[in-house]
């Protein structure tokens, strides 16, 4: 019994170092046109495979992460301030990297102060 304890205690130790291996992350900053950050702009990110969507605000640089992604799904990500969407971009499976940082850009309409 303490011998399949200690099977069990190593496995699930490799299993989840093995997981963190795997995983990848997805980190960036979301701007306007000027390539100034917005606080505070969603950002989601959405799985291709169960279309289950992760959400984070960015925070007062502009930046946001998304941590333990699978490595073998596509994931969509876009940003959204004040009901303006930037484009979606993708993080695909094919892409190698085990992290990758992107640039979320969202057109802030400018009024002419004249």
């Known amino acids: 019994m303490r011998v399949l304890r200690l ?3 190593i496995v699930a130790i490799v299993g989840l170092a093995g997981f963190d291996s795997l995983s990848r992350s997805l980190s ?3 701007t306007d046109q000027n390539a100034k ?3 505070h ?3 989601q990110l959405e799985n291709e495979r169960t279309l289950a969507i992760r959400s984070y605000l960015t925070d007062a640089h502009g930046e946001f992460h998304f941590a333990e992604l699978s490595p073998d799904i596509d994931y969509d990500v876009r940003a959204e301030f004040d009901g303006i969407r930037s484009h ?3 993080f695909s499976q094919f892409d190698g990297h085990k ?3 992107i640039r979320l850009v969202i057109r802030i309409p400018r009024f002419d102060s004249r």
């Open 41 to 43: 702009a969603a950002v």
């Open 28 to 30: 960036g900053v979301v």
């Open 88 to 90: 979606t971009k993708t």
């Open 99 to 101: 992290t990758a940082r």
């Open 37 to 39: 950050p917005i606080p």
């Open 7 to 9: 099977f069990i205690a």
